[in-house]
């Protein structure tokens, strides 16, 4: 089984300002990491992943995340927000495992963002 | 790029009524999921099908059932609606083959119980 913690549930910034979304996770097998933004009364958009390789991840709007297998970390990071980051983020994780349910996932309890002009 | 297409996209019922919620996947997709997402919640699994047949199982009360027909779509069938229902409820799908890299998820349906 594996579990997400985020652990802001709120970040207040100004606009062009640099912020850090914390997320840790737990798991017993080797996971996939997500990052996926909600905008209010919307859908979920998936910002980035990681699956194998580079640990230092980039996204969709200049965000980028880097995985820590030891802190068993992947923080989301951004160096200058804008007015329309304003959204909650969702950090994910999936257990790898054979057969179907690759993508099963389980996810934190999120982060407001809030940028302030 | 086709998406993932739920129906309907907002549905009102009252108690004790029954609900059914639709999913298409992504064409040549093999596994569907299902989330559950409340009010300032974060979204929570409840069921999931690989190739039709039921693959994992989450926090999915016993009023629901869900299944994966021949065509792949998938449907979730919610009985005795009570309040604590509302909720935004998300399918997402995934190939299983060496393609796929993530669940693409649709933009939900929000179902409100009065």
């Known amino acids: 089984a594996q579990s997400v913690t985020q652990l802001d549930s709120q970040v207040p910034v100004f606009e062009e300002a640099p912020v850090e979304l914390r997320c840790n996770y737990s798991?017993?097998?080797?996971?996939?990491l997500f990052w996926y933004v909600q905008y209010p009364n919307q859908g979920l958009q998936l910002l980035l992943k990681?699956?194998?390789?580079?640990?230092l991840v980039k996204g969709i709007n200049g965000f980028e995340a880097e995985f820590n297998k030891s802190q068993t970390s992947f923080h989301l990071r951004k160096p200058s927000v804008h007015i329309s980051d304003t959204a909650e983020y969702f950090c994910a994780v999936a257990g790898m495992n054979s057969g179907g349910s690759n993508y099963k996932l389980t996810f934190g309890k999120g982060t407001l963002l809030t940028v302030n002009p | 790029a086709a998406g993932v297409i739920q129906s309907p996209r907002h549905l009102i019922k009252e108690k004790r009524e029954t609900a059914t919620l639709k999913c298409y996947p992504i064409p040549r997709h093999d596994t569907v999921y299902w989330y559950q997402q409340g009010p300032g919640q974060d979204p929570q699994f409840l069921i999931s099908?690989?190739?039709?047949?039921?693959?994992d199982k989450g926090s999915i009360p016993d009023r629901f059932s869900a299944q994966q027909f021949s065509d792949y779509h998938s449907e979730l069938n919610m009985s005795s609606l009570e309040l604590g229902d509302s909720a935004l409820y998300f399918c997402a799908s995934s190939s299983s083959g060496q393609g796929g890299t993530e669940a693409f998820f649709g933009q939900g349906t929000r179902l409100t119980v009065v």
């Open positions: 990681y699956l194998s390789g580079s640990t």
């Open positions: 798991s017993s097998v080797s996971v996939y």
């Open positions: 099908f690989y190739e039709k047949m039921q693959s």
